[in-house]
């Protein structure tokens, strides 16, 4: 499977953004789709999963402002990101898991999204 990412972009704080993986094929078999994010000299860290379009986890900094959907039909993932702060600026890469993958994090390229104050 590939991943491609869209819809990063620069926004003021407060504003908003949506975030789409676009899978190469159905995604209705992945246990796990989501994000993750990089800032400059961060570790890598979970904003959301899908889980098997049953539930979602999400990092506590991003509970009620980032809600993460599944589109089946389109293969899509997609992260709503409401009420943006400068902290949540960093490198989006969208990932997906399952048995497809032999349960290892297949990973698409990243996008940007800069928050200024």
Known sequence: VQLQASGG?????GGSLRLSCAASGSISSF???GWYRQAPGQQR??????ISG???NYA?????RFTISRDNA??????????LKPEDTA???CYVRGSRTGWKSVWG??????VSS
Request: aromatic fraction near 4%.
């Open 54 to 56: 049953g539930s979602a």
């Open 91 to 93: 490198v989006y890469l």
């Open 9 to 13: 972009g620069s926004v003021q704080a």
């Open 109 to 114: 390229q990243g996008t940007q999204v800069t």
């Open 45 to 50: 860290e979970l904003v959301a999963t899908d």
């Open 74 to 83: 389109k293969n899509t993932v997609n992260l709503q990101m409401n009420g």
């Open 60 to 64: 506590d900094s991003v509970k009620g």
């Open 31 to 33: 246990n796990f789709m």
